[in-house]
């Protein structure tokens, strides 16, 4: 016997990937020029040069056995002081290395925290739509609840407050915020986040617990035209931060990323240590040894966003030409825009069609009615995609 509830997520469709999947298809029988696939959340500019010279000093002058022998179950104290040092250096916080636990990336850093939140069946971890599609199965697999804050839809920079007071009960135990948000690129401004926090710290009081931030930032230096992304934990103290190189070094083969669990957040250390535990029976200890090395060397270094805000304007303003509706994303690598006819899932089937043209709809982010657009593509992918967005429109009518 399998596990029922394992086979139906290892069977449920992930709409993303298979869109992805048929775009690969399509390119091997047409040539990649006249797919335009604008699915995934891969990175398109490289790695920082800093990390390729890393890599290789690391690997010409460190031992082999070291450099690829198991670490510390939280990470190398070296790379925890460097990741607690920059997070110092960045927003003043006096961040130690002890309270940084590195993980395998973020989603299994917001496994962990997940986890350790859920002090028992039926535990609730809010979100707020739209929001990542993978939340549900990390809630609902560990046995907890996912309530979703139905989105303010607007510019999505606000937080419909009202509802999440509706929505919090005495069995929440978290919220989880993602800024730069994925899909809409939208970043919370910092009022936003003090209303949350001030009804959080309502809340709390109420029902005699504290209610988390679950900051989910593995975007946080992706941001264009000067926006700040604001240090949640500096906000609001009971918030555990999950973040990842995925994005910022362009790094998603590499599963390295953290979980900083501030020691001025409520019951830190046993957190910490609940943390520690979740990592441990999900197997996601010892995040890669040779990463952790890189990030000793590499974690103050930033991307090179050219490319992407070259991207990110290019497709905004001709998509806008053309009539279409969008927010000016202010971060990440995603266009979230309304779909003309409608019916998001019509667009996207008709787009894929009849143009190779590959945008997915927006219902598994829990806001049906738009497409998300990643534009971490070449820039001739988007320049030639603009007849195929145009056609689309067209022939529905629109
Ligand atoms: N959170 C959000 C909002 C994401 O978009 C992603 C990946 O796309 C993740 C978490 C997972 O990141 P990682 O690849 O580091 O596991």
Redesign the pocket.
């Known amino acids: 016997m399998v596990n029922q509830e394992y086979k139906a997520l290892g069977n449920s469709p992930n709409v993303i990937r298979e869109l992805f999947m048929y775009g690969l298809e399509r390119k091997k029988k047409l040539g990649e020029e006249h797919v335009f696939d604008f699915t995934l ?1 891969n990175p398109s500019i490289p790695a920082p040069e800093e990390v390729k010279t890393g890599i290789k000093t690391i690997l010409d002058t460190q031992e082999p056995l070291k450099v690829h022998g198991y670490s510390p179950s939280a990470g190398d104290p070296e790379a925890r002081e460097a990741v607690a040092a920059d997070l110092k250096s960045r927003f003043g916080v006096d961040v130690k290395g002890r309270e940084i636990f590195l993980t395998c ?4 850093a ?1 496994i962990s925290v997940i986890k350790a939140l859920m002090p028992e069946k039926g535990s609730e971890i809010m979100v707020i739509a739209p929001f ?1 599609m ?1 939340y549900r199965p990390f809630i609902e697999s560990n046995g907890g609840k996912c309530v979703v804050v139905p989105p303010d839809m607007g510019d999505f920079r606000r937080i419909d407050l009202e509802a999440a007071e509706r929505l919090i009960s005495e069995k929440t135990q978290a919220i989880i915020v ?1 800024s730069p948000n ?1 899909p809409t690129g939208a970043v919370y401004p910092e009022d936003v986040l003090r209303a949350l926090a001030d009804l959080l710290e309502r809340k709390s009081a109420e029902f005699g617990h504290p209610i988390y931030i679950i900051a ?1 930032e ?2 946080r230096e992706l941001v264009y035209d000067g926006v700040e992304v604001p240090f949640i934990p500096s906000l609001y103290k009971n918030t555990v931060v ?1 973040y ?1 190189y ?2 910022s070094l362009s790094l ?1 083969g590499e ?1 390295i ?1 953290y979980v900083y669990v501030p020691s001025f957040a409520d019951d830190s250390e046993d957190l910490f240590n609940a943390v520690a535990g979740a990592a441990r029976i999900s197997g996601h200890i010892c995040a890669p040894t040779l990463f952790q090395k890189v990030i000793a060397a590499c974690a103050d270094k930033r991307p090179d966003l050219r490319a992407y805000d070259e991207n990110r304007r290019l497709l905004y303003d001709n998509l806008r030409k053309m009539g279409y509706e969008c927010v000016r994303p202010q971060g990440a690598f995603y266009l979230f825009v309304k779909a003309p006819n409608g019916d998001a899932n019509v667009f996207s089937e008709r787009a894929k069609l009849g143009h190779d043209l590959l945008v997915v709809p927006s219902d598994a982010f829990g806001c049906p009615g738009y497409l998300r657009v990643s534009y971490c593509v070449s820039k001739q992918t988007i320049i030639n995609s603009f007849p195929a967005f145009r056609a689309v429109m067209e022939e529905l009518g629109v």
Do not use: Q, V
Request: aromatic letters at 10%.
């Open positions: 959340g990336g973020a989603a299994p917001l990542f993978e993602n994925n989910d593995p975007y999950c990842s995925s994005k998603p599963r990323g």
